[in-house]
């Protein structure tokens, strides 16, 4: 008898039915269907150095002059000094505010394991970053959804239905999966609802500087003074290097004393990050070639955000115009298809890669998918001329 027992499969817990990651899922069939001999055209990731950016040449310097000063053991928990003091003055906080994390995805985790509890109202965008769904569901808080105006903007109206008794709000801006950038006028709206009743926003500025069209926004400016919120950012997106796994979170607001402790705790239990990453930021985060960079990677990304809208607009597609990140959120307009994944494996058979709507939360009104606008136009290009013939 137990002798049998040995030899059944071992069995992940119970509480592995709630951790999914639909961006990455989708790649292992992509990847069944490359050993058959197809080539893939991977628009499901926002990895910019897949697609030829080359991460900002100042950090890998830095990291080469980081090493060569052996700053290569444990780093202090909650982050290098000198990487807090450059956070902090971007941030305008002060150094105790900022926690160093392996990039914005354990913030986030961070983020719920602290604050939100059992049964706890978690205010979350729809569609969202899946991994918010997947915390929210891992520390049993209670999500519930806010919708968006056909621009993209959050729907203030739908928001104030909704707000009454929320632990803290969600914000991610520019928005993945939308890609919309919210206007400052929205965004005060926002802050005042919250402030009104007293919610707490954690904002997700992983895509700041990536602006495409319309004016940029800074949130601390609106919010400062008003409501109490997390600012939360990485190197990956705004700076392409998403290997470095380098991200802060910076608290904003006399009240989280409580909760940066725990952050504190939660920092130790991991010891630390990337020594020689950190320092490398304190450095690149401020230099003064970043502007030229930053503006050059806006440059590509809106020439081949505008193919993409010309391929899109030829085909029976709809979706707001991207104004920020590098995503599209793209709703299919042809009666063709009932189930976003069904299409999404249609197009994978054809050789292009997409996530399925249903990976952002449930969307009610139509068919869903999200795509990536990275690659180069020709690229593009042959990514639509592959999927045409399904719409
Ligand atoms: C909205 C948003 N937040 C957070 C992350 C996490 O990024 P990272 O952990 O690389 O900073 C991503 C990554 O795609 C994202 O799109």
Same mark, same amino acid.
């Given at each position: ?15 592995? *039915? ?19 001999? @197809? ?15 080359? &991460? ?28 807090? *003091? ?39 965008? *729809? ?9 929210? @569901? ?60 007293? #919610? ?23 919010? =400062? ?47 630390? #990050? ?31 955000? *505008? ?30 298809? =009932? ?37 180069? &136009? ?14």
């Amino acid at each position: 008898m137990i002798h049998l027992r040995r030899q059944l499969p071992y069995r992940p817990t119970e509480r592995m *039915n709630v951790v999914s990651y639909p961006i990455r899922d989708i790649v292992m069939e992509a990847k069944r269907e490359e050993a058959k001999g @197809k080539k893939m055209i991977y628009l499901n990731i926002g990895d910019p150095p897949q697609y030829g950016f080359e &991460p900002f040449r100042v950090i890998a310097d830095q990291v080469k002059v980081a090493l060569a000063e052996n700053w290569k053991g444990y780093a202090p928990s909650e982050g290098d000094e000198e990487f807090r *003091n450059t956070v902090a003055k971007i941030e305008k906080c002060k150094p105790e505010d900022v926690f160093a994390v392996a990039g914005l995805t354990e913030g986030i985790d961070f983020f719920f394991h602290s604050f939100i509890g059992f049964g706890e109202k978690v205010l979350l965008p *729809n569609p969202v970053y899946p991994l918010y769904l997947s915390k929210a @569901k891992q520390f049993e808080g209670d999500s519930v959804f806010y919708r968006h105006d056909a621009d993209g903007q959050i729907d203030v109206a739908n928001l104030s239905k909704k707000i009454e008794g929320a632990k803290a709000m969600v914000i991610i801006n520019p928005n993945n999966p939308l890609g919309s950038l919210y206007s400052e006028k929205n965004l005060a709206e926002v802050v005042k609802l919250c402030s009104e009743y007293d #919610v707490p926003i954690f904002y997700d500025g992983s895509y700041d500087r990536l602006i495409l069209e319309g004016k940029p926004v800074d949130f601390r400016k609106i919010a =400062r003074g008003k409501v109490p919120f997390i600012y939360g950012s990485s190197l990956s997106k705004d700076f392409s290097y998403t290997g470095a796994r380098i991200g802060w979170v910076a608290f904003h607001g006399e009240r989280w004393a409580e909760v940066k402790n725990a952050f504190f705790l939660l920092c130790n239990q991991r010891l630390s #990050v990337n020594w020689e990453y950190q320092k490398a930021a304190a450095v690149a985060m401020v230099h003064p070639s970043y502007p030229a960079y930053i503006a050059d990677m806006n440059r590509k990304l809106i020439e081949r955000r *505008n193919t993409f809208i010309k391929m899109a607009g030829k085909l029976p597609l709809s979706f707001p115009v991207p104004k920020g990140a590098f995503y599209a959120f793209i709703r299919i307009e042809s009666q063709k298809w =009932r189930k976003d994944l069904q299409f999404v494996r249609a197009a994978l058979k054809e050789g292009v890669v997409f996530v399925p709507g249903s990976g952002f939360g449930r969307q009610e009104d139509g068919v869903y998918f999200r795509s990536t606008f990275l690659p180069e &136009p020709h690229i593009i290009e042959e990514a639509f001329s592959k999927i045409k013939r399904l719409l």
